[in-house]
């Protein structure tokens, strides 16, 4: 299995990037997925998630301003962020939990698979 995360970058406040995650070795009904971020000397923090049969859930941080999405097709995961602050500056990770894992979504320990990262800055 292998995430590959790309898209990160420096913004400015109030404006918008969107992350990609392209997944190989994963069969897509049987996981959850998810985007995580961990800023310097924070626990790394769940974002958003995307479960195998298309619901969605949101850190109270980001709800309204990011929205998780995926193409079946091209096996990539996506998160648009937009309206973007300061405090959203961290390393952005994708990550894959077996649809049989139980435990809460934002649990970063219950993922079995996760990118490299990338980075997002967000200037003000």
């Known amino acids: 299995v292998q995430l590959v995360e790309s898209g990160g970058g420096l913004v400015q406040t109030g404006g918008s990037l969107r992350l990609s995650c392209r997944s190989s070795g994963l069969t897509g009904g049987d996981y959850h997925m998810a985007w995580f971020r961990q800023a310097p000397e924070k626990e790394r923090e769940g974002v958003a998630w995307?479960?195998?049969?298309?619901?969605?859930a949101y850190s109270d941080s980001v709800r309204g301003r990011f929205t998780i999405s995926r193409d079946n097709a091209e096996n990539i995961l996506y998160l648009q962020m937009n309206s973007l602050e300061p405090k959203d500056t961290a390393d952005y990770y994708c990550a894959a939990r077996r649809r049989t894992v139980s435990g809460r979504w934002s649990s970063a320990d219950t993922y079995q698979y996760w990118g490299q990262g990338t980075k997002i800055t967000v200037s003000s």
């Open positions: 995307l479960a195998w049969h298309g619901g969605t």
